[in-house]
Nanobody
Framework: QVQLVESGGRLVQAGGSLRLSCAAS????????AAWFRQIPGKEREFVAA????????SYADSVRGRFTISKDNANLALYLQMNSLKPEDTAVYYC???????????????????WGQGTQVTVSS
């Protein structure tokens, strides 16, 4: 069973940058589609960005497009989210998710993903 562990979340000022990481442990983390979601207290979890494993095709939520970049490291079996020009409204718990399937296009729905990390808190101060 693959387990996902996020890291990199912390307090940062508006306009700053952060890079979140998601490491996989357990069985081989290859041929998995993967994504980042986030959740603000009191609200539903929302899609942030997704990537397909083989073609590295990406998809972004409108609210983060142009500021965030999702990427992966096939050799180290890791997933990343580079977040630039952070805004207070980006404050949330960020989760990485993965599914042992591939597709031509990345997925933006929670139901597509089988594996979830425990989340990492990102706080952006104004």
């Amino acid at each position: 069973q693959v387990q996902l562990v996020e890291s990199g979340g912390r307090l940062v000022q508006a306009g700053g940058s952060l890079r979140l990481s998601c490491a996989a442990s357990g069985r081989s983390f290859v041929n998995y589609n993967a994504a980042w979601f986030r959740q603000i207290p009191g609200k539903e979890r929302e899609f942030v960005a997704a990537i397909t494993w083989i073609s590295s095709s990406t998809s972004y939520a409108d609210s983060v497009r142009g500021r965030f970049t999702i990427s992966k490291d096939n050799a180290n079996l890791a997933l990343y989210l580079q977040m630039n020009s952070l805004k207070p409204e980006d404050t949330a718990v960020y989760y990485c998710a993965a599914a042992p399937r591939n597709s031509r296009d990345p997925w933006d729905r929670e139901v597509e993903y089988d594996l979830w990390g425990q989340g990492t808190q990102v706080t952006v101060s104004s």
